[in-house]
């Protein structure tokens, strides 16, 4: 179970460092007024998810139960911005049809990125407390 969680949090990565170009592309970093996400908020996410991602990698090659339970204790703060962010999002998606010059930065996400990168998020979330509760082995 451990080495699906690693699949599905690989799955999710990418599809948050997807996000996270079109974001500072789109000038989401630049121009903190162009978007609703505060950088904190986008860079905090990424990093304890990057963290916890290196955490997983390890506990995959050592087996560790601490390591384990460390990355899923990460995995909830990351969880909850995550939700921030989408919460943050919904309404600029919601507007996407309004003509508008200023558009923010996450207007440029696309659903299936948002939606496939939430669903990963979710069962990588609970696959890691699954192996960390050695529910099926590991």
């Known amino acids: 179970m451990g080495i699906a ?6 799955i999710t990565a990418l599809g948050g460092f997807y996000m996270l170009f079109t974001w500072i592309s789109k000038g989401g970093a630049r121009t903190p007024s162009a978007s609703h996400f505060p950088p904190a908020l986008i860079f905090g996410h990424f990093a304890l998810a990057a963290i916890g991602l290196v955490l997983w990698i390890v ?16 995995l ?3 969880a909850a911005l995550g939700f ?22 996450e207007r440029h996400f696309p659903v299936a990125v948002v939606g496939g990168h939430g669903l990963f998020a979710v ?6 407390l699954l192996t960390a509760l050695e529910v099926g082995g590991s």
């Open 5 to 10: 969680a690693l699949i599905t949090w690989l």
């Open 59 to 74: 506990y995959v090659i050592v087996d560790n139960d601490t390591l384990a339970w460390i990355a899923f204790v990460l």
């Open 76 to 78: 909830l703060p990351v």
């Open 84 to 105: 921030t962010m989408l919460a943050r999002w919904l309404p600029t998606y919601r507007t996407r049809t309004a003509a508008t010059t200023d558009a923010p930065a």
């Open 123 to 128: 069962t990588t979330l609970v696959l890691v």
